[in-house]
């Protein structure tokens, strides 16, 4: 384990190369004495120890985790991340977040209390039960709600073996293996009734009585259930149904959906939580919405009183532009499942599987829309950004054909991040210094964020290098050597094919001049993961890791494997310029991009999602004009050159436009404006205070 280092000795450092004018440079722009200072400050650098994983990474009770958090590594890129660092599984006690409350939160309703069901989670990357952006988001939404006093229970599923821990073989592909949870060894626990026996409750899946047990974690105020089919009681068939996340053939998801949605109802009636409110985030969980119309006719409502009673107070959020993106089974697969439910006093298939079919088709007999069940058992529906909710209304307005397309009552809140999780720790002792005391859970309006002109460029730009150095540090454990003075573009996602991951590499020629000017070098940093079914995202992924490991590119392209929260966390930090390239519409929102902005670092993206309201000339760059084409490979051809001449014309120039002090003014400029406009509007503070104030509170009235 390497020694630990103090902290103010790093800041010393920079600030010494800032002095003299080292900051920012290249080999090729300094003088022979300049460059051998340089050089004996590398070595320094390369004293300690720069790792980002020492011992088990994905176990917080593993004490050379948390002994590499004491080292400069874990001084400059470690964010925010509230888990306890304790050493054992009992003192963690199901923590995972201790919570910052706001100080000056909302008043909330007296009975709110909002059931959020996800089919993903991700808290930390100590508890691996998620695979991207949807449980990024997830997690960021609950730290938020118990920042901000709001009242809510979260379900998901427990799964044994996570996602998928992701390796390369010798030749640059993905090599997908479990990333297994051992409950004893996580922050959670697992629920036992007062006789010591696990709560569990049961559901009929083909037949057969399954049996689901309950574990609990706490994001600091908001309570996390994780529902779990791992049960001795159960076939192991059945226990294998909480295995993996997104594992498995449409069997198998159906299995988990209706574990998730009708086993997480159960669990809230088993465990006497008095829930006002039903979200159901994107359309895996909507099977809720058939338990709770079982409830109330067994309880003697009429089917149409019962789904305008669970209507009122549910509420549905779609994350998918396209309707092939939705969960759809077979009239078999329903009936085989879900056959008990028409034999429960009060509700017959014909009132229930229209619910799940469109228009034209309302036998479901081409198949059982999960977002069409979504849809027809909420009331309360939004999409994740404002493009996506237009885009939503005219995907869906067939099923409102008495409103014009522009009234489709589906609402636009754009996504947003949780602010303390993903600002590097360099960012925020600056913004400590120079704003005022409440600042991370200010609003845009707040006058404190026109403090962040007042931070000297030298001290901001030397934040930003700090936050490149560790990324450099992490690309370093993986055998890459780059530079950490040279403007580095990070792309770090999910490995969709809609998100053209290869598009900056469409012509090599024009990349390699752009990647190897010796007074403006420029490097790349990918991360990210394929899903295992996905054959052509993984020949993306290996397109990539090819490129890493031409000695032509050396010391300008690096993979990182292994993408997790906390590699997400390092590529955010790090990161001069954030790529983003989906077809538009297909990115609903898109996150990664505003973890970047209070970090210092610039997008640099395609119109679509988040972007389309988030830029503006100045406060980073645009991939064209927002246009639509018919035919892919002319948008592909088209976007990638535009993407070469902004990086050409716009990005290179301004950030190797240096002042005498190795500063680039015009550059600062344009960070602090993404700091100061875009982080406190595109955060969950704001988006949690919008969901609570136009949907939650108006679902709980209504449902009054």
């Known amino acids: 384990m390497a020694a630990p280092v103090d902290e103010r000795l790093f800041e010393l450092i920079v600030r010494i190369r800032l002095k003299f004018g080292l900051l ?34 994905k176990n917080p009770t593993s004490p050379g985790q948390f002994g590499s958090r004491t080292t400069l590594s874990g001084a400059v890129h470690r964010s ?28 909330w309703s007296s009975d709110l209390l909002v059931a959020y069901f996800c089919s993903e989670f991700a ?12 449980g990024v988001l997830a997690g960021d939404h609950l730290k938020s709600a118990s920042d901000l006093g709001l009242p809510m229970v979260a379900l998901g599923l427990a799964y044994h073996h996570g996602y998928f821990a992701q390796t390369l073989d010798d030749e640059g592909r993905q090599v997908a293996g479990p990333d297994p ?96 409110v039903f979200h159901m985030n994107e359309g895996h969980s909507a099977f809720l919405v058939l338990e709770r119309l079982r409830e109330l006719t067994v309880a003697g409502e009429r089917f149409d009183e019962a789904l305008a009673t669970v209507r009122s107070s549910s509420v549905f959020t779609t994350h998918t532009p396209v309707p092939a993106g939705f969960d759809i ?86 996504n947003g991040i949780h602010v303390p999780t993903w600002a590097g720790r360099g960012v925020q002792a600056l913004m400590d210094r120079y704003l005022d005391e409440p600042w991370i859970w200010s609003g845009a309006e707040d006058p404190t964020w026109q403090k962040v002109e007042s931070i000297p ?38 490995f969709a094919t809609y998100k053209r991951a290869t598009l900056l590499l469409t012509d090599r020629e024009r990349l390699r001049a752009l990647l190897k000017n010796p007074d403006r070098p420029v490097q790349l940093v990918f991360a990210g993961k394929a899903h295992p079914r996905d054959v052509p995202g993984q020949g993306f992924l290996a397109e990539i890791v090819a490129l890493s490991r031409d000695p032509e590119f050396a010391g300008h392209v690096a993979f ?32 990664s991009g505003m973890k970047v902005c209070i970090n210092g670092g610039l997008n640099l993206s395609i119109l679509d999602g ?77 988006m949690v205070r919008e969901y609570g104030e136009r949907l939650y509170e108006v679902a709980a009235e209504a449902s009054r």
């Open 329 to 414: 089974f077979s009239p078999e697969q329903i009936q085989r499942h879900l056959g008990w439910l028409s034999a429960e006093p009060g509700i017959t298939a014909e009132d229930w599987i229209p619910l799940g079919g469109t228009p034209d088709d309302p036998r479901s007999e081409r198949g059982f829309n999960m977002a069409l069940l979504a849809l027809r058992g909420a009331k309360h529906l939004n999409g994740v950004s404002q493009l996506h909710a237009e885009v939503s209304r005219g995907m869906w307005s067939e099923l409102f054909p008495e409103r014009p397309v522009d009234d489709v009552p589906i609402i636009g809140i754009t």
């Open 610 to 686: 988040w972007w389309v309201e988030g830029y503006e000339p100045g406060r980073g760059f645009a991939i064209g004009q927002g246009e639509l084409y018919e035919d892919v490979e002319v948008a592909d051809r088209t976007e990638a050159e535009s993407l070469y001449r902004v990086l050409e014309e716009q990005v290179v120039p301004l950030f190797y436009d240096r002042a005498a002090n190795g500063v680039p003014e015009g550059w600062v400029s344009q960070m602090r404006r993404s700091i100061a406009e875009l982080t406190p509007t595109f955060s969950t503070h704001r």
């Open 457 to 494: 460029s030298t001290e901001l730009f030397a934040a930003r290098w700090g936050g490149r150095r560790a990324l450099v540090g992490l690309a370093e454990n993986h055998g890459f050597e780059l530079n950490p003075d040279a403007l580095t573009i990070g792309f770090a996602r999910r």
């Open 181 to 276: 949870n051992v409950w004893s060894m996580r922050p959670v626990e697992r629920l036992e009734g007062p006789d010591g026996t696990p709560i569990t409750v049961s559901i009929h899946i083909e037949g057969r009585l399954v049996h689901v047990g309950v574990i609990q974690a706490w994001v600091g105020s908001t309570r996390l259930l994780l529902l779990d089919t791992d049960l001795p009681e159960n076939d192991e068939r059945d226990r294998g149904i909480t295995a993996s996340l997104y594992g498995g053939d449409s069997e198998m998801r159906i299995r988990q959906e209706i574990v998730l949605g009708i086993g997480g109802v159960r669990a809230l009636r088993a465990l006497d939580i008095p829930v006002t």
């Open 80 to 107: 925010a991340v509230y888990h306890p660092q304790l050493t054992t599984g009992s003192q963690l006690n199901s923590q995972l977040y201790p919570g910052r409350p706001a100080p000056q939160a909302p008043r």
């Open 560 to 591: 990182i494997p292994g993408y997790d929260m906390a590699v997400g966390r390092v590529m955010v930090q790090g990161a001069d310029v954030w790529l983003n390239t989906p077809r538009r519409p297909k990115e609903a929102s898109g996150t």
């Open 24 to 57: 920012g440079r290249t080999a090729a722009q300094l003088q022979p004495a300049q460059a051998d200072q340089q050089g004996a400050e590398q070595q320094t650098f390369e004293a300690w120890d720069w790792t980002l994983h020492r011992g088990d990474s």
């Open 123 to 134: 808290i930390t990357e100590h508890l691996p039960i998620y695979s991207g952006g949807l």
